[in-house]
């Protein structure tokens, strides 16, 4: 598969959890779902757990999901193997299934590793076939791409099958995921990313596939100053009058990535005035070659003054009504906020005591399976 590109193919990550800042919650999930079974086999097996190895994370953009991704990988010691959604549909043509199968037999021989599948929505995209799904698709754009839009979808596509909006590679994308649910597989770990669950086949969300839904929100008020925390940690120092507490109450609503920029912004400002300075010193030194030598730096530091000039260009890139959508999504999905069993105990009835022993005398009942 030489025209096939692997971006991080059997790299180790070098990124670490320092470098996420908070989300807390999401890190014990993802070393629950992974660091549980490669480090404590026995706890597993212990406790009859069937393990989910399939993962989604889903977010608004800039969220952080790749990153926690890394930091994971590199906290297990494994390696990742990534692949981004659109290269699926830019394979070579006739070839997209055997490009697959390639895929996931890297994955097996790199094992222990983590899959990363990337703009999984551009995988295959919710098979509604309908009008619904084609309104989603070309709202907000203009009547001239929606022509183009519809027109493309009328020409044949080797990549879909004959009248439908089913990836012609769709049955074997799913046939070696399950494939990787024996135990000579357990430590090769399926983990997908999107910013669109909505648009993900939901063959693909079914129990034992990626059937473990984390959501990668946006980060909360002490999360962003974790965030700028890391952001700043590895430039030049940083001024004692930057209130850092204060920028992190200004920017609510702003992604990781948002606010990293805020912080590149900055320091850009500072090293123009750097450049600056140094220019107009030379000037001097060309007028009076009697000067004396300054070494001293122009601009030791990143100021506030930087700081204000840089966030006259932040922005928010993620909007109030994609989070909305977020949220539509988690409840279309069943997600209960709160559940807790009622006072009395249920075995206490006969129908279910009956039904809590057929399962503990039978241990090959599985709804899984």
């Not at 022993?357 to 399976?369: K, L, T």
Request: charged residues 25%; contains cysteine; aromatic residues 8%.
């Amino acid at each position: 598969m030489d025209n096939f590109d692997f971006p991080r193919a059997g790299e180790v990550s070098n990124v670490t959890w320092d470098d996420v800042g908070g989300l807390e919650k999401v890190k014990q999930e993802l070393k629950e779902t992974i660091q549980y079974l490669l480090y404590h086999p026995e706890k597993v097996m212990k406790y009859g757990m069937a393990p989910s190895r399939g993962v989604l994370l889903y977010g608004p953009s800039g969220a952080g999901k790749t990153l926690l991704l890394n930091a994971l990988a590199n906290e297990c010691k494994i390696k990742v193997i990534s692949v981004k959604g659109p290269q699926w549909l830019t394979m070579p043509f006739g070839d997209s299934k055997a490009n697959v199968r390639d895929v996931f037999a890297k994955a097996r021989a790199a094992a222990p590793c983590i899959m990363l599948l990337d703009d999984l929505e551009s995988i295959p995209e919710a098979r509604s076939g309908g009008s619904g799904a084609d309104t989603d698709r070309v709202r907000g754009v203009c009547p001239l791409t929606k022509h183009i839009m519809r027109k493309a979808d009328s020409l044949p596509n080797e990549h879909f099958r004959s009248g439908t909006t089913t990836p012609s590679y769709l049955p074997t994308y799913l046939a070696e995921m399950d494939g990787l649910k024996t135990k000579k597989h357990l430590d090769i770990f399926i983990i997908g990313a999107t910013n669109r669950p909505e648009r993900i086949d939901g063959a693909i969300l079914r129990p034992g596939r990626l059937d473990q839904l984390i959501y990668i929100p946006l980060p909360d008020e002490p999360s962003h100053l974790s965030i700028l925390k890391v952001a700043l940690r590895n430039l030049v120092p940083v001024g004692l009058d930057v209130d850092i507490p204060f920028l992190s109450r200004c920017t609510h609503g702003f992604s990781g990535a948002d606010l990293t920029e805020i912080c590149r912004r900055a320091t850009k400002v500072a090293i123009r005035e750097s450049i600056n300075a140094e220019a107009g010193r030379a000037r001097e030194k060309r007028g009076d070659e009697g000067a004396a030598e300054e070494e001293e730096d122009p601009v030791p530091q990143v100021t506030r003054a930087h700081f204000e000039e840089a966030m006259q260009y932040a922005r928010r890139s993620v909007q109030d009504a994609d989070i909305r959508r977020y949220d539509l999504f988690a409840q279309s999905r069943g997600v209960a906020t709160t559940f807790k069993f009622p006072e009395s105990n249920p075995t206490s009835t006969p129908g279910a005591a009956a039904l809590f022993a057929r399962f503990i005398e039978d241990p090959d009942n599985d709804f899984y399976r």
